[in-house]
């Protein structure tokens, strides 16, 4: 089966830096589009990043300058560093892919939360 399994949240100062993982098993990661999204407690969630299979990168206005999505193909993992953090940065982030099985939904991981302390 498909999982995607995020890692590297955790609780930093306003100004802070952490890098977020996730490590993507059951299908040929090389060929597939990545995103991280955000969600806030009550909140839509939102798209922070994308990274194409051709690496190109798309960001969210709220999150350019500050944070990098990148991917590393030999490890089947896509990376998001996200430098000078903001109260407002707070949330669950997610990594997932669109299926390519029509009909089938997007695959997600469990989330990890990043608390950046006010």
Same mark, same amino acid.
């Given at each position: $089966? @498909?999982?995607? @399994?995020? /890692?590297? *949240? *955790?609780? +930093? $100062?306003?100004?802070? !830096?952490? &890098?977020? !993982?996730?490590? @993507?098993? *059951?299908?040929?990661?090389?060929?597939?589009?990545? &995103? %991280?999204?955000? $969600?806030?407690?009550? =909140? $839509? &969630?939102?798209?922070?990043?994308?990274?194409?299979?051709?690496?190109?990168?798309?960001?969210?206005d709220s999150v350019k300058g500050r944070f990098t999505i990148s991917r590393d193909n030999a490890k089947n993992t896509v990376y998001l560093q996200m430098n000078s953090l903001k109260p407002e940065d707070t949330a669950i982030?997610?990594?997932?892919? &669109?299926? =390519? +099985?029509?009909?089938?939904?997007?695959? %997600?991981?469990?989330?990890?939360? @990043?608390? +950046?302390? /006010?």
């Amino acid at each position: $089966q @498909v999982q995607l @399994v995020e /890692s590297g *949240g *955790g609780l +930093v $100062q306003p100004g802070g !830096s952490l &890098r977020l !993982s996730c490590a @993507v098993s *059951g299908l040929t990661f090389s060929t597939y589009a990545m &995103r %991280w999204s955000l $969600q806030a407690p009550g =909140k $839509q &969630r939102e798209l922070v990043a994308t990274i194409g299979s051709s690496d190109s990168t798309t960001y969210a206005d709220s999150v350019k300058g500050r944070f990098t999505i990148s991917r590393d193909n030999a490890k089947n993992t896509v990376y998001l560093q996200m430098n000078s953090l903001k109260p407002e940065d707070t949330a669950i982030y997610y990594c997932n892919t &669109r299926s =390519k +099985v029509l009909g089938s939904a997007d695959y %997600w991981g469990q989330g990890t939360q @990043v608390t +950046v302390s /006010s």
